[in-house]
């Protein structure tokens, strides 16, 4: 008898875990509809690599640094968009890209700047974790957009330390200057 509750027991933690592999699948490629819809309306063209779990395109901004790759990750859980600029960071330049995306992130809310000594770079991401309830077209939108304009507002402050050696503070009170008007 005891045998037998242990097998159902078993069995039936079997289903529950088949069960939430399913569901979670079924949210990703439910949120990788949203995501790509909301590109084709906005006109995007873009590149969705299905194995991986990513989609990216190239957008240009009016300002420098000019033209970015947008990186959109895709998760049963979660997405995130990272944005990141041709830019570089030289060993040189570290401290001073690190001052500037600090002084910058206390000033924005819905993503945040990020420099990566290791691979020598500089994004911008943000990113929605789900619970029960996929994002909207309008969401999507909001993740996409809010770190391409961040890049736009700050991104003569982050060309002018990175590429000419600007002072950090100089750079980021141009920018907030800028941001303004």
Known sequence: ???????ALLMALCMALVSG???AEDMEAQLTQVVLSTLDQDGLEYEYDAENGWITLMYMLDGAPGEVEVTIFLYDDMVSVVVDSA????EDAFERAAI???LINSEI??????VDRDYGSLVCRSCNVMENVLPGEEEIRMLLYIPIIYM????AGITAVLSEGADPYEAYEACQTSVQE
């Open 87 to 90: 830019l570089s960071v030289e």
């Open 1 to 7: 008898m005891k045998q037998r509750r242990w097998i």
């Open 21 to 23: 592999a399913a569901c």
């Open 109 to 114: 809310y819905y993503a945040q700047f990020r």
């Open 152 to 155: 736009e507002n700050y991104g």
């Open 100 to 102: 500037l995306t600090t």
